[in-house]
Antibody, heavy 120, light 111 residues
Framework: EVQLEESGGGLGQPGGSLRLSCAAS????????MAWVRQAAGRGLELVSS????????HYADAVKGRFTISRDNSENTLHLQMKNLRAEDTAVYYC?????????????WGQGIRVSVSS | QSLLTQPPSVSGAPGQTVTFSCTGT?????????VHWYQQLPGRAPKLLIF???LRPSGVPDRFSGSKSGTSASLAITGLQAEDEADYYC???????????FGGGTKLTVL
């Protein structure tokens, strides 16, 4: 059974940093692209960033480009999202997602989500 | 504003059929990119409901079906049940953005 467990969320200061992690199990992690999607309260879904299985192909939403860094450790089956220069508009629930393959561009497993709040 | 347009709400009575529309452009659905649908029950993470326009993951009832034509796609639910009350999101890929894109979501109310 695929399991994705996010950690590292919480309260961040404007201009500050947070690091999200996603521990993956139940599948061959290095074989699949992964992504982070966020959802602000009462709003829709927004792709934040995605990364291919070998980490060589990375994409960022314009809203986070230059501030967020996605990475993965295939030896530890873990996905990370380093968030810097946080803004109030980054406040959202962040989901860790598994792609259907290494390039399907859709997601067959989602974590339970972790809340990030940016406020002074 | 989402590149994929969905109506904000849809409603139906138990047993009825409801449809959800997802309207894109020539840079996403119209360019031939596949459409996928997710169901988000209240307070829960989204779940893949339909992939590659018409396919259902194992465990998804055949009451749920998807279709695609031109620059639009649709999700239909037949035999509506109270447990279907949720938000439904379409998703595709946009060539101009070179990114996965989501619709704004449609809230289903079961009357």
């Amino acid at each position: 059974e695929v399991q994705l467990e996010e950690s590292g969320g919480g309260l961040g200061q404007p201009g500050g940093s947070l690091r999200l992690s996603c521990a993956a199990s139940g599948f061959s992690f290095k074989t699949y692209a992964m992504a982070w999607v966020r959802q602000a309260a009462g709003r829709g879904l927004e792709l934040v960033s995605s990364i291919s299985g070998n980490g060589g192909d990375i994409h960022y939403a314009d809203a986070v480009k230059g501030r967020f860094t996605i990475s993965r450790d295939n030896s530890e089956n873990t996905l990370h999202l380093q968030m810097k220069n946080l803004r109030a508009e980054d406040t959202a629930v962040y989901y860790c997602l598994k792609d259907r393959s290494d390039s399907s561009a859709f997601f067959d497993s989602w974590g339970q989500g972790i809340r990030v709040s940016v406020s002074s | 504003q989402s590149l994929l347009t969905q109506p904000p709400s849809v409603s139906g009575a138990p047993g009825q059929t409801v449809t959800f529309s997802c309207t894109g452009t020539d840079s996403n659905i119209g360019a031939g990119y596949e459409v996928h649908w997710y169901q988000q029950l209240p307070g829960r993470a989204p779940k893949l409901l339909i992939f590659v326009n018409t396919l259902r993951p194992s465990g998804v009832p055949d009451r749920f079906s998807g279709s695609k034509s031109g620059t639009s796609a649709s999700l239909a639910i037949t035999g509506l049940q109270a447990e279907d009350e949720a938000d439904y999101y379409c998703q595709s890929y946009d060539l101009s953005l070179r990114s996965v894109v989501f619709g704004g979501g449609t809230k289903l109310t079961v009357l």
